[in-house]
């Protein structure tokens, strides 16, 4: 007797005493389109949670701060949603476990797959907050009160920050020498000196009604700004169409878009 006709009465062994159970194909058929489906959702909701992480940064201008120095780097990284990402990660993890059951998933290595994965759920986000209007529909049916529990995540995406950290979004009503008199057009209409960088003329660069986006350090009713972006005049449309960069100053008082 060869070993394959051991393994064959082995099995057979076990199926007579009730330890190995047989299915029919329709059994691992619908097993399979089980798993394929779960494969699906937790990819579909990691797409959906990178997106709305896209969002975020786009809608509360957080983007700013990347161009405003180390500082600015580090004011962004300490409010990027990191709870977000982690339940991403997780999802991405839990997806690729997953993936293993079939055939080109347990045939790729580990680092492959869970980098494709991430690629893939990345580009789809990004693809949805900068070329659909997804999101700012979204954001509309949170003004309406019609998201139930999503309103206030919508709604509290769009806000700069903590004013008292010295985030502000700002409207412009006072240019003087050196500094503007402003008011957050989110939260309070309380006037705000913002104390601009040195070297350059406010007047040939900022006038009453523009919206500047500002970081610096807040003191009362006062900011000492290390960083200030005007924002363009119109909204950034979804669909890919291109826009006039934002005006940006920095500790230096360059303005990078104004000769």
Known sequence: MNQNDNIKDTILSQIREGK?????????ALRVALLALIVF????????????IFFTIRISEEG?????????????????????????????????????????????????LIGGLLVL???????????TP?????LQHARERNLGPLNGLYEGAHRPGPLGGGLCR???TEVGTSSVVAYD???????????LPPGFATSSVFKVGDIIYVAGDRDGDSIDAFGVRRRPPQHEPR????????????????DDTME
């Open 20 to 28: 190995l159970h047989m299915h029919s194909p329709a059994y691992f």
């Open 41 to 52: 959702l937790a990819l579909v909701v990691s797409v959906l949670i990178f997106n709305f």
């Open 64 to 112: 700013q701060l990347l161009g405003f120095g180390v500082r600015g780097f580090l004011i962004f990284l300490e409010m990027f949603p990191w709870t977000l990402l982690a339940i991403d990660i997780v999802l991405v993890l839990a997806a690729e476990r997953m993936l293993r059951y079939f055939r080109f998933g347990y045939r790729n290595p580990v680092v492959v």
């Open 121 to 131: 759920t990345v580009l789809s986000g990004l693809v949805i907050d900068r070329a």
């Open 134 to 138: 997804f999101n700012d529909r979204m």
């Open 170 to 172: 700002c409207v412009i």
């Open 185 to 195: 057009e989110d939260a309070s209409s309380t006037p705000i000196t913002i104390i």
């Open 239 to 254: 669909g890919g169409a291109s826009v006039t960069r934002p005006a940006e100053l920095n500790e230096s008082g360059t």
